[in-house]
Every structure is written in structure tokens, then in C-alpha cells.
């Protein structure tokens, strides 16, 4: 009976800690949207955020070429092509880490939604903010070969 604990203990310890680790990434970009053709981006600050994620959505938007502000309010500050709007959640596990990351791209004119991104991981597969910006963007990106035939 003995020689049935520990293999019985370490199955239950390995289907715990699997739990903890998961992870999404996940995007959809409508497939008429031509998104290699925009070039300028305005980045919608998540009224909930205190962390500058606006911050860092814009800065890699701008590492790619392109041109993005941020700010607070919905209507740019110069016309744009793109409205992006996000959504951040944390969660605590022996530190604060981001457990999801939404990014949305609107059309200014019509506020149409034409692509999304979302990025999920649990504490044992974390990535810092940066890295789920990244990772998210470039997602959408690489799923957009431009206007389909």
C-alpha cells in the first residue's frame, strides 16, 4: 500500500500544477480590412488602468513604423486611421502579474470592430506587460496578409 502513496501524491501534485499553467493567445482580423495599408493609431486609455499599458501599446505600435498616440479621450488628437481600445486584468500570486490582455482596432467613422487580440496566461506561464503587448500585436498582425480575392 505504501509503494502507492507517493506515485498516487506526485499524479495529484502534476494535475494541480498543470492547472496553473495555461495559456491563449488568440486573434481575428476581418479578412476585407487591409491592415498593412494604416499607418496611424490612437490608443483609447482603459479607464481602470493605472499602469500605462496605453503607454505601451502606443510605444510598440511606433517600434513597428507606424505612427500611434494615446490618451484618455475616445477622439484623437490628429485623424487617425485606427482606434485601438484595450482591456487589461491582474491578478496576485505572490506578485501582481497581468492575467489577460484585450486589444481591439475600430474605424474612427463607423467604430466597426475589424480586429481583435487577446492574450491570456496563468501565473506559471507570465509574461511581463510588454511582452503580452508584443505578442498580441504582433498576432493580429501576422494574421492580416491583406484584402482577400
Known sequence: ???FIKPFI???FAVLVTGCSNSQLISDV??????????????VKFEKDNRGIEKLIANR???????A???TNATPPQP????VEYRDKW??????YMLE???NFRDPETNYQFATGRSYRTSLVRKNPEAMVDEVLTDIFSKNKGVSQ
Not at 61 to 67: A, E, K, T, V
Not at 91 to 96: A, F, G, R, V
Open 91 to 96: 491578478m496576485w500570486d505572490i506578485t501582481m
Open 10 to 12: 506526485a499524479a495529484i
Open 69 to 71: 498616440t494615446s490618451g
Open 80 to 83: 487617425t486611421q485606427v482606434i
Open 61 to 67: 505600435l511606433n517600434s513597428m513604423g507606424l505612427q
Open 30 to 43: 476581418d479578412p476585407q480590412v487591409d491592415i498593412s495599408q494604416m499607418k496611424s493609431f490612437h490608443v
Open 101 to 103: 490582455l484585450n486589444i
Open 1 to 3: 500500500m505504501r509503494q
